[in-house]
């Protein structure tokens, strides 16, 4: 207990006394985010806050985790000082996603390779358990690029992606320090804390933003702890098994995941770049709602709690049911949320026919101007 207490303790402090330093280096540097057509801020804002959760997250993770206890630390720092480097080169000047995305492939590389996190079972989900390791590999990678990216691409909103990060981390460092899995509680608990540290900086108003290398980083930890959250709960020789584990992971990450997954399905059958720039997200569909920074940020938080209740407490249905729930559950919100966001549209428009009558071939019209804006 002293390590976890002592490693979140220590990135805590160490972030929130390195975001004011950032912040007057940033802006004596001018380095800051430019506002645009796309982005919801309007003024500039320093972008390096990830400076500060690298530092406390990596100091207090390399000095809380007891010597001699794992092997895969080394692994897992190297991989998250890859993330960093790309990071800050994009924060700083611009990096091509053609060089992010092999960076990403590296530090996945090294996480599997050498620090054997790595999905072999799916256990019971679609009636598929053990799967051959080629295949395991692939589905590795893409998990860990996937949920590395969700985090950055769910970064839009003040304090959105940082406090899902903290809900991400506490439930999955309080599952790993329960059932004994000491390396990975520090980890979860060490990310906690810098987040926390980072996040009073970071609320609406912001004053600094996390940038590429914050949320690269969450995300790739949130990769590690999610992998190894599978393999140690679905294990019936754990400490603490739990059926569905796979769905109970997926319900821990669902907004970022399933907001990423959604957005970049949106974008492959439009024949663009998964990874290019619109406003497709939740959170830019709240904006339009109406709603403020703070509400959009607990919205997320409370929605993405329920969730992980809901798989918590269905978990005996097995994998396949409990995911087509979430999956369902999804959608059923993503639907209200976007329908409610065109039905807000369309009557600020109307009585604009000559006869003041809207016809459907008006309605139709207007509906596909504002997606044609968005």
Known sequence: MEYIVLSSALAFLITFFAIPVIIQVAKDKKLFDEPDERKVHKNVI??????????????????????GITSELQYFAAAAIVIFFLGIKDDILILSASKKFIGQLIAAGIIIKFGGIQISNLQGFLGIYEIPHIASIVFSIFTIIVITNSFNLIDGVDGLAGSLGLLTTLVFGTYFFYSGQLTYAVIAFALAGSTIGFLIYNFSPAKIFMGDTGSLLIGLINAILVIKFINVAGNP????????????????????????LRVFSLRILDRRSPFSPDRTHVH???????????????????????????????????????????????????????????????????????????????????????????
């Not at 320093?46 to 007891?66: D, E, K, N, Q, S």
């Not at 329908?339 to 008006?362: A, C, D, Q, W, Y």
């Open 284 to 374: 830019h569909f709240l904006l339009d709602l109406g709603f403020n920074h703070r509400m959009i940020t607990i919205t997320c938080v409370l929605t993405n709690i329920a969730f992980i209740a809901c798989a918590y407490f269905l978990r005996h249905l097995g994998t396949t049911m409990v995911l087509g729930i979430l999956l369902s559950g999804s959608f059923v919100c993503i639907g209200l949320i976007y329908f409610s966001r065109l039905k807000k549209r369309v009557p600020s428009v109307k009585n604009t026919s000559s006869n003041g009558i809207i016809t459907p071939h008006k309605i139709f019209t207007l509906v596909s101007e504002s997606i044609e804006v968005d």
């Open 237 to 260: 020789s754990s400490n603490i098994p739990l059926e569905a584990a796979p769905a109970l992971g997926f319900s821990i990450l669902l907004i970022p995941l399933f907001d990423t």
């Open 46 to 67: 320093p972008t390096l806050g990830g400076l500060g959760i690298f530092a406390g997250f990596i100091i207090a993770t390399l000095m809380g985790v007891p010597s």
